[in-house]
């Protein structure tokens, strides 16, 4: 398991302890948050990249059976027919869907039970996490609901929410969210080359992107998933020079 795994029982760290990390081996020092954070540095990037990988997840999302990696099967055969796409898919695609399992009975006379764990829904899942902070915060949600604007929208309040204990909260959401991506987008090998220098302009401050960036596997563009900004192979140099320079 990560060493950066969250651990709930926030009241057992003593003052100081990055929150995001797991408790240390018996004698052994408590990881420190950076002053004035509630996190270390290296959880503030670890949370940023998965909001970025949670983007880049979602756009390869297929809900044709296989094309994402669903290899689940059907099961035994003549055991009920099956639909021609992936509903675990489609589910985590689908803003209505939620965490709860539902229970009805239909109108054949039987009940009918949802899955204890039913996928969830990525787009509630980060919105949710834009409105609980910009309550905190008495800001102004996010205008739109697309998956990049939310996560870049989260990704900005971050120096922001890892002053705070809220930030167990968005760190869970968001590992929950790579974890149930992640079978089903597949893990190319991907070779990080650093973090996004492009600067962004979110209409109240300029700051550097940040998110990381992966040698392309198909192509010759890079591409940052976390802010759109693309370098085609002509700006190669360019891009060298800004990433030995942050």
Known sequence: MSDTLADHDIAARPDGACLLHRPPPEGKPWHRADPGY???????????????????????????????????????PGYGSRPPVSLHIIAMRDPRSGAGAHVWLAADGRVHTEPEHPPLSVRNVLETLAVDVAEHRGITPPDRRDIPHLAGWIDRQL???TRRPLVVDVDTAVRNLVAQLAPVTGDPARRSIGTCPNTVDDGEHT????????????????RCSACGRAWPRDEWLRLGDLLQAS
């Open 38 to 76: 509630a996190t270390c540095s290296g959880c503030l990037d670890r949370l940023r990249a998965r909001l970025a990988d949670i983007v880049d997840r979602y756009h390869r999302l297929d809900p044709t059976p296989g094309a994402s990696g669903d290899h689940r099967g059907r099961g035994a």
């Open 159 to 161: 120096d922001w929410i």
């Open 207 to 222: 700051h550097e992107c940040g998110a990381r960036l992966y040698a392309p596997t198909n192509g010759d563009t890079i």
